[in-house]
């Protein structure tokens, strides 16, 4: 085991895929399912960064995050793990936060979760995304969980919102830290200072011998024991029994043999999960003997009427891009800020009618929070074409309490909204 990297040494639970636990890989994300078919709670793991150097094997498929997700999967819950770009540099910082945000909506989504029991659980570098989380707590979070966390962004990264300036901001938001106590020193610090901020509200489970990555690296009865307790917590918070006193949530691991066996290699990559629809068989090959085919007789031109409301009805039909920007005026109407935001990519664009410019799921929020809470963002759709992924709306804007014009332009693909344009 020695000779293996430190993110490919098992997790410290022994727990492996089975055929209770499904694995569908969807994108970046994987989706870990447990047996039936009734809804409940999941929990997105979230994993740190930056990689080592020569990393070859993405994070979803490092052991550490394989057993998590199938220890929570096992007790009943949808459990997730995402891959996103912090893996790559600490300069990749707001893109792994959209791209996060991006695998709540499709956790959310999912037909097997209850959306309104979902946890974060951010591990490592990953706790610099948790300040924005613990800052906006939007209703369906249940609980954010730290494990051996970063959280001082290092000098020249972008700064997002700290998570000791935010903790306790929201009473009712159950926040858990699990600490080495070997942490590395420059991550220790930070840590002290937001055990200091957060007071009552921060739940702490100690490892004192464990270092940095001790679910991994340090195979002893404290860290299954922190592991442990750290599963039966989050479990609690999404409204689930935890299990009773020092019984383990999962399987212990094997006993070892006295024989010698052979080094274990860490489990290949699951391949990835085909989409529902199935792929056409090619044509088959023309036969060798050609038939000529049969002259078409030169179609009637069609009334200009006639193709006149045949162009307005292929303009005003329903589209699927037309659903996803009716599901987002909904949310706007609302005033839903998080509905809102899942209607679009974490890269999106909404170039405004005074000629600014906002760019990703962060700034989308930025903008339209305080809008949201002062009652403002009250627009009427006049007209509507629909063309492709394209939607084209005249509205009348409120915004102000009087009434202006503008000309929206929408670009769905794939279900998210990707580009959006005002024009007065």
């Known amino acids: 085991m020695t000779d293996l990297p430190a993110y490919l040494r098992p997790f410290v639970l022994g727990v492996l895929d089975g055929p209770d636990v499904r694995v569908d890989r969807l994108g970046e994300i994987d989706l870990y399912r447990p047996p039936g078919t009734a809804r409940g709670g999941a929990i997105l793991f979230v994993h740190g960064g930056p990689g080592p150097a020569g990393l070859e094997v993405m994070p979803r498929d490092w052991p550490v995050y394989k057993g998590y ?19 790559h540099g600490l300069d ?31 591990f490592s570098g990953a706790g610099l995304l948790a300040g924005e ?10 609980f954010v969980a730290l494990t051996y966390p970063l959280l001082a962004t290092p000098p020249g990264v972008d700064d997002l919102v700290t998570a000791a300036e935010v903790i306790g901001k929201h009473k009712d938001l159950p926040v858990l830290l699990t600490r080495a106590g070997l942490e590395r020193e420059e991550l220790a ?8 901020a957060g007071g009552a509200a921060l739940d702490i489970i100690d490892v004192p011998k464990g270092h940095h990555g001790f679910d991994m690296l340090d195979h002893t009865e404290e860290s299954r024991a922190a592991v442990t307790k750290a599963l039966d917590w989050a479990i609690a918070h999404l409204g689930e029994e935890p ?12 006993a070892k043999k006295k024989t010698t066996s052979p080094r274990r290699t860490p489990s290949a990559a699951k391949p990835a999960v085909k989409p529902a629809a199935a792929v056409k068989e090619a044509p088959a090959e023309p036969a060798t003997q050609q038939t000529l085919p049969t002259p078409r007789a030169t179609p009637t031109p069609a009334p200009l009427a006639d193709l006149g409301m045949a162009t307005i009805a292929a303009v005003t039909a329903d589209t699927p891009a037309a659903r996803v920007i009716s599901r987002e005026h909904t949310a706007f109407a609302a005033h839903d800020l998080e509905g809102f935001l899942a209607m679009y990519s974490p890269t999106a664009r909404i170039h405004l009618a005074d000629g600014s410019e906002l760019k990703g799921r962060r700034f989308l929020r930025e903008y339209y929070r305080p809008r949201f809470d002062a009652g403002q963002c009250k627009t009427e759709v006049v007209q509507r074409l629909m063309l492709g992924e394209w939607v084209v709306e005249h509205v ?23 580009d959006v344009e005002f024009r007065a």
């Not at 997700?69 to 893996?87: E, M, N, P």
């Not at 959209?98 to 951010?122: I, K, N, Q, T, Y």
């Not at 610090?189 to 200091?196: I, K, L, Q, T, Y």
């Open 92 to 122: 990749r910082l707001v893109a792994a936060a959209d791209e996060v945000e991006a695998a709540v909506g499709v956790l959310r989504s999912d037909p097997r979760v209850d959306p309104d029991r979902v946890g974060l659980w951010f």
């Open 243 to 254: 299990g009773a006193d020092g019984k383990l949530l999962v399987p212990p691991p094997p």
């Open 69 to 87: 997700a199938t220890a929570a999967a096992r007790r009943g819950l949808v459990a997730a793990v995402v891959d996103h770009s912090l893996i």
């Open 189 to 196: 610090g930070p840590v002290a200072e937001f055990v200091s």
């Open 396 to 418: 009348l804007s409120y915004d102000d309490g009087e009434s202006t014009a503008l000309l929206g332009l929408y670009r769905v693909v794939d279900g998210l909204i990707t």
């Open 133 to 142: 989380w613990l800052d906006s707590r939007p209703d369906w979070l249940r």
